[in-house]
């Protein structure tokens, strides 16, 4: 089993739609990473968090520490969002950063 | 943005040729790290360094072998690079590591190696 696994693998939306991709890691961690990567392009951190909740623009990323759970929420979801979203959490015990598969997203105009 | 270069972006190469892939950064960061990035398997940990001189062995080593003599750069090396060698190898840096407030990562651009 993988220490960080992400939901779902793909998902295709509506431009508009309210998108919500979440991140499952079963590691202690000191912090948690979203990242952005456009088809072909560079890898771009969104958030870094360790509790609570960050929000830039019109993302929102949340963390549960008690359940090892995070999600990504984009609302008002616009085609340039389309691209890899990349969870990664960063372990407390031995600063080993561990990455998710990714989830690649969508955006129909 | 972080400013933090990789070189070359594009290499193709024969098999049991060496290979030096360059990651320079302008930022001072402590840490440094080279990861491959491959389908279905995302992001793996090559190496990573935590200062000059001071290096480590991430998850899918073998094969490989780094070097950090100066702050700035960190050089990724394939002694004898063979097939599965073929990737895109992803250089990032951060301030610290585990620290919520200076542990985010910025990558470089990548630098995509065949080997034929």
């Known amino acids: 089993k993988n220490e960080v696994e992400q939901s779902p693998q793909n998902l295709t939306a509506q431009e508009g739609e309210f998108i919500t991709i979440n991140c499952s890691y079963s590691?202690?961690?000191?912090?948690l990473h979203w990242l952005q990567q456009h088809p072909g392009g560079g890898i771009v951190s969104l958030f870094m968090?360790?509790?609570g909740k960050k929000k830039h623009g019109r993302l929102i990323a949340t963390i549960n520490i008690q359940e090892k759970h995070s999600s990504l929420h984009i609302t008002a979801s616009h085609p340039r969002d389309s691209a890899v979203y990349i969870c990664?959490?960063?372990?407390?015990?031995?600063?080993?950063?561990?990455f998710g598969k990714g989830t690649r997203l969508h955006i129909l105009p | 943005d972080a400013g933090i270069t990789q070189s070359p972006r594009h290499k193709v190469t024969e098999t049991g040729t060496p290979v030096t892939l360059r990651c320079h950064q302008t930022?001072?960061?402590?840490?440094m790290y080279w990861y491959r990035q491959d389908p279905g398997h995302g992001l793996r940990l090559i190496h990573y360094?935590?200062?000059?001189?001071?290096?480590d062995k991430g998850e899918v080593s073998d094969g490989y072998s780094v070097s950090r003599s100066k702050t700035e750069d960190f050089l990724l090396t394939l002694e004898s690079a063979t097939s599965s060698q073929t990737s895109v190898y992803f250089c990032?840096?951060?301030?610290?590591?585990?620290?919520?407030?200076?542990?985010?990562?910025?990558f470089g651009e990548g630098s995509r190696l065949t080997v034929l």
């Open positions: 990032a840096i951060s301030e610290s590591s585990g620290s919520a407030t200076t542990g985010e990562l910025f």
């Open positions: 590691v202690g961690i000191s912090a």
């Open positions: 968090l360790s509790s």
């Open positions: 990664a959490v960063t372990g407390r015990r031995d600063d080993k950063i561990i």
């Open positions: 930022e001072n960061h402590r840490y």
């Open positions: 360094s935590y200062g000059v001189k001071d290096t």
